[in-house]
């Protein structure tokens, strides 16, 4: 029996470049994923990431990448001559996100009915935009679109299961997923999209979540772990406890920032930064000789450490460090930033390099996953994003 297919569309928003693929999905589940069309799109920075210029540059980034796809989409398209469905990943600068967890017990044993799950997400899920309207420190404003309300986990009498309906429970645990992304944002990305392609059949998804769904997927048997997606503008760091997404933050110090204090510093481009920068890591230390790159890299090292301490503190608070760090990056500053994360001292006993595993991920991980048509570049931003679509297109039976 011949193999359906499917053109879908992602749209990686990230918070220092905009990423496209255009991904074939089979109904055949046993067909990896099938990446026909990559591109990626810097947003050029103006010192302020709250600022209206920097969103107006966003969406200069996204067009101009909507522009090139356009060109080359019948190509690519192999004769199917529209996409099926868009999904859109926030990086956490553009959306507002939380785990809530919800705790109820009772003295006798109660039938647990979807109606009543249901009730309680919806409840979650209201006690969610009431926060979220209180924050005014985010791009996100207090005029949000509800994106995800995903449940991650629930417990009965303790024990997790994956179908809680009509059976008898004392307890009920849920570990709900939460996140909005601002109105405004998803309007001017919409009418951006619609002047170069008419689907509308769009779906929004933040990236933290993605990436916990698909590296849980990969790894069923690590339940805890911290992952760091270090790229753009920012870092963000997430921890995984007992399989739950427990909790996330960032801080402005992303792989941009790392790039940009390197080529202010040395009086050059971006470009030539990255390139001395590289040269440097893949240097013996003994035969180094750029002093200046190293004490560059050493007080950006410190820089980061400070801003990290802050928040894996924050985030580790009653909570034992997990044994597993996931890391994602640039492939061309990668080396800079494991050395970030490996010499970090944790609570002054030692460092994450002998203290814990440390792992990039890179797009060797998901080569079981996925197939990249001709000579696409791959990203493994993209590629991510491309797993956790085959994900949810079996849980929907495709």
Partial sequence: MRSENELNLIIDVGSGSIGIAVVSMYSDLNIVPEILYT?????????GLNSRRFLFSMTGAFEEALAD????????????????ETHFFFSSLWHISQTRVF??????????????????????????????????????????????KNVIQIKLNGYETSNPYSKMAKTLEINL?????????????????????????????????????SLRDINPTINDYLFLDISGEITEVAVIKNGVLFDSI?????????????????????????????LYKSTSPINTTDDKI??????LTKEWHKMFDSSIKQLLLNIALPQMIFY?????????????????????????????????????????????TGQQKKDQFLSLESVFLKKIKNLNNY
Avoid: C, W
């Avoid at 190293?294 to 007080?299: D, L, P, Q, T, Y």
């Fill in 328 to 372: 994602m990056s640039d492939d061309d500053i990668e080396k800079i930033i494991g050395d970030f994360i490996k010499s970090y001292k944790f609570d002054n006993i030692d460092t994450f390099e002998k203290l814990v595993n440390i792992k990039f991920v890179d797009n060797e991980i998901f080569d079981r996953y996925i197939k990249y």
């Fill in 103 to 148: 705790f109820n017990e009772n003295r006798k044993e109660v039938k647990v009915t979807k109606s009543f799950v249901n009730e309680i997400i919806e409840k979650e899920t209201k006690n969610f935009e009431t926060i979220v309207a209180k924050d005014n420190t985010n791009i996100v404003s207090e005029n949000v679109q509800i994106v995800e």
């Fill in 39 to 47: 591109t990626r799109k810097e947003i050029n920075y103006y010192g």
């Fill in 294 to 299: 190293s004490k560059i890299i050493e007080g």
């Fill in 250 to 278: 960032s801080f402005p110090f992303g792989k941009n920032s790392i790039v940009r204090k390197l080529a202010e510093s040395l009086g050059t481009s971006k470009e030539e930064a990255i390139s001395r920068a590289v």
């Fill in 177 to 213: 997923f939460v996140s909005a992304v601002s109105k405004k944002v998803i309007k001017i990305l919409e009418e951006s999209f619609f002047r170069f392609f008419n689907n509308e059949a769009i779906k929004y998804h933040t990236f933290v979540n993605t990436a916990f769904v």
């Fill in 69 to 84: 796809l356009q060109k080359k989409f019948i190509s690519i398209s192999k004769n199917k001559i529209s996409i099926k």
